[in-house]
């Protein structure tokens, strides 16, 4: 109905626009425009982005069911995560700055995954600053791609890092922190040349260190379990290449446990290694993840 001038009461504008609004609101494909994103992500940056159904999350995320996300590396893809249900989220305010911030959280190779990354503009580097945080995963997931031989460790891993990275396909440069504790689990097939370890379960293995061109400061390394006792720190040179040739230059205090099955004293007694007062044997731990050696 019109007024008497014959114009549009500006009531009726206001009520036409916010039908407008709630019709784009409702019926905008937003889940179309999230997987149009993720494919731009994969095609600028190289991660690989895989699941079974995706669904918009309001008011900037997406939830992927059946998620898959593969890191290119120096070496090769690598993956990063697996699980039932991954919700990705978008700060809106961050799309008008430098960076843009994502926080993510989801289930995990039989655990609980979160963390936040803020990607510096553009994202095809993948540079930025990013933190993880993990809850009783599955560390035999996680780690299968880089067993040596039949060597396998199982357990529930705990922990969280910080990264700051210059470009996501050069991880080994990366600078940052983390600090992880694996629960009640086993080692099996584990080869020391100079130490006949057995297979053996564990209670607690601890460890944090700080990252910093190429180099892993460990600061505190942790082991207790049926066969010894042991703490260890020191550093571990990188290999890009592949991380199994690692350098190892580390510190070890060793002390067996009732019943010694590796039979550490003889062993020690070989090196002419001396206990100290707690019942500890120094060692010396080099060569590299694929080759160790304690002397």
Not at 56 to 68: H, I, K, T
Not at 137 to 149: K, S
Not at 152 to 162: I, M
């Amino acid at each position: 109905m019109r007024n008497p001038s014959g114009r549009v009461p500006i009531l009726y504008l206001i009520y036409g626009l916010v039908l407008f609004c709630v019709l784009v609101a409702v019926f905008f494909p937003y889940s179309r425009l999230a997987a149009t994103v993720l494919r731009r992500i994969e095609k600028q940056t190289g991660i690989q982005v895989s699941y079974r159904d995706l669904a918009y999350v309001f008011p900037a995320g997406c939830r992927l069911e059946r998620a898959q996300i593969a890191v290119p590396t120096q070496v090769g893809k690598i993956h990063a995560y697996k699980g039932e249900e991954l919700t990705l989220k978008v700060s809106p305010l961050s799309l008008f700055r430098k960076n843009i911030r994502v926080r993510f959280e989801g289930d995990g190779y039989g655990g609980g995954i979160a963390g936040k990354a803020a990607l510096a503009l553009p994202v095809g580097s993948g540079a930025g600053a990013y933190r993880l945080q993990v809850d009783g995963v599955d560390v035999r997931e996680i780690l299968a791609p880089f067993y040596l031989r039949n060597f396998k460790l199982t357990g529930a891993l705990t922990g969280e890092a910080d990264l700051a990275l210059s470009d996501l396909k050069d991880l080994v440069a990366a600078s940052g922190k983390m600090d992880a504790t694996l629960h009640d689990g086993e080692v099996r097939n584990i080869y020391v040349r100079g130490l006949d370890l057995p297979d053996f379960a564990f209670k607690v293995i601890r460890a944090n260190g700080l990252l910093d061109s190429g180099t892993l400061q460990l600061r505190e390394c942790h082991i207790d379990s049926e066969v010894l006792l042991a703490d260890m720190d020191g550093e571990i040179r990188l290999n890009p290449r592949d991380l199994r040739d690692s350098q190892l230059n580390m510190k070890a205090r060793l002390r067996p446990q009732p019943g010694d099955p590796a039979n550490l004293h003889s062993v020690a007694a070989l090196f002419g290694k001396i206990p100290d007062v707690e019942g500890y044997y120094p060692f010396r731990l080099f060569g590299t993840f694929r080759q160790p050696e304690v002397q």
